[in-house]
């Protein structure tokens, strides 16, 4: 089976696929730890609570945006499993069959998101990626990654108000139904998420006047579910997107 770990700014998603389906996720908090063994420890936990053994597993592959995490992730695969990760970079872009913008800037989470889109479609397709982030990126129908957008994500818009303002509470990111705050609570999630809605579908429309051809809509994130006036905006939602990116890039 393989073992896929993407590593975000926020979370650690590890999946585990029979080659058919991810029959398990499990989620780590990026800030858990900065040593492999507490990693090595959490995991270990997760396996044993889920009936897995580490012989199930043959082949580990990793993206990872958070610089601090990519040695000690890649130590605890070493040490765990004793397989040696495939780490996704610039270093093996080449096998992709695509090109690759800005290869040692761009988040390797988006190159899979590129990865998965391009090699599903085989068209123009945007990634709307709903994470820490809130990413939104093109590739064309040829393999060529096209650019990307960035904005803060739905949680960071929400701390960052938080954070900032004396008076004014954490609020939970539920979807409300007036764009008109009655209360406090209700005005956030209103000035936010309706934003944010308003933010998507502009974003969506000025890419695809861009791009000037077909192009498939994706998404993909944690919170890609929340923006629900957003689903008639996507033609494929899927919180398993950079999963799937890292499961084709495997292959390869």
Known sequence: MLLAIDIGNTDIVFGVNDDQQWI??????????????D???????????NSLKLSDIHQIIVSCVVPDLRAVIKDMSVTMFGIQPMMVGPEMY??????????????????????YAYYTYQQTCLVVDFG?????????????ILGVSIAPGLKTAVKSLFSNTAQLPEVPLSMPE????????????????????GMVKEMIYQIKLE??????VLATGGLSSILTPLRSEFDEVDKTLTLNGLKII???
Request: glycine share 8%; proline share 1%; with cysteine.
């Open 132 to 144: 820490t982030a809130l990413t939104f990126t093109v590739v064309s129908g040829e393999g060529k």
């Open 178 to 197: 007036s764009a008109i705050g009655t209360n406090t609570v209700h005005a956030i999630q209103a000035g936010i998420l309706w934003g944010y809605v």
């Open 94 to 115: 080449d096998k992709l069959n695509m090109e690759i913008l800005s290869p040692y800037e761009i988040g390797t989470d988006l190159v899979c998101n590129a990865t």
């Open 211 to 216: 791009v000037g051809q077909e192009c498939k």
């Open 250 to 252: 495997a292959s390869l």
């Open 24 to 37: 398990h996720q499990f989620r780590i908090s990026s800030s858990f730890s900065q040593r492999s063994q």
């Open 39 to 49: 990693y090595e420890a959490q995991l270990r936990l997760l396996f044993l609570e």
